[in-house]
């Protein structure tokens, strides 16, 4: 089956701009989450959505925000793009089964550079 | 969710079993070990997870202490493809926090010819 689509891979920007990326997650999977990843603090999570309702927020500011889509595929935007912003944004699914474990399943991710 | 400390790299012979410890001293009853590697500069791979019992995947095996303050991934016939970011996780079995793993510093084995 297909795996975490996240689009675009590449991606360069000015700073002030804004940016917004694309996950689609394993078909059935419920739960989206996005990871930032950077060289000095390594990968960190930003917030997770589950049937359209964000349940899980990291600790990053309100520039960086998401939706989730009723076919459960997600976005991220990012507003006024700073140059600690350039990052690895990852976009992971999960089936989100109940209690009990959970496997997350990550895209390739998306790169952003902040000009 | 309980911390995990791991030593940041280890070498491993090719063909050779690797074995990545992971402390996790203040992991709770109903939390789950985790572990995930990064190839560099791509997404994690989920590995292998457990609670209490050992376990075996096509990919690795978890042995889990009897007290699960500590576990050890291992895996069997190391490769260079092998050559990655581990990292070890705990997580409650809630599915609150489903999508929200924390991520430490993980391991970089280093598979070597």
């Known amino acids: 089956k297909a795996g975490v689509t996240q689009t675009p891979r590449y991606l360069i920007k000015t700073r002030g701009q804004q940016v917004t990326l694309s996950c689609s997650p394993i078909?059935?999977?419920?739960?989206v989450s996005w990871y930032q990843q950077t060289p000095g603090q390594g990968l960190q999570f930003l917030f997770e959505?589950?049937?359209?309702?964000?349940?899980n927020k990291g600790n990053f500011p309100g520039r960086f925000s998401g939706r989730q889509f009723s076919n459960s595929r997600s976005e991220m935007n990012v507003s006024t793009l700073e140059l600690g912003d350039s990052a690895l944004y990852l976009c992971?699914?999960?089936?989100?089964?109940?209690?009990?474990?959970?496997?997350?399943?990550f895209g390739a991710g998306s790169r952003l550079t902040v000009l | 969710d309980a911390k995990t400390t791991q030593p940041p790299s280890m070498d491993c012979a090719e063909g050779r079993a690797a074995n990545l410890p992971c402390n996790h001293s203040?992991?709770?009853?109903?939390?789950?070990v985790y572990w995930y590697r990064q190839i560099h500069s791509q997404g994690p791979q989920y590995i292998i997870h457990?609670?209490?019992n050992n376990e075996t995947n096509e990919m690795a095996s978890l042995i889990i202490t009897e007290d699960r303050k500590s576990s050890t991934l291992i895996l069997p016939h190391a490769t260079l493809r092998d050559t990655a970011v581990y990292y070890c996780i705990v997580r409650s079995g809630g599915s609150s926090n489903t999508g929200k793993l924390i991520f430490g510093q993980g391991t970089t084995l280093q598979v070597k010819p």
């Open positions: 078909s059935g999977h419920r739960s």
């Open positions: 457990g609670l209490k």
């Open positions: 203040t992991i709770s009853g109903n939390e789950y």
């Open positions: 959505y589950f049937s359209e309702t964000q349940r």
């Open positions: 992971a699914s999960s089936r989100d089964g109940g209690p009990g474990a959970n496997v997350l399943t």
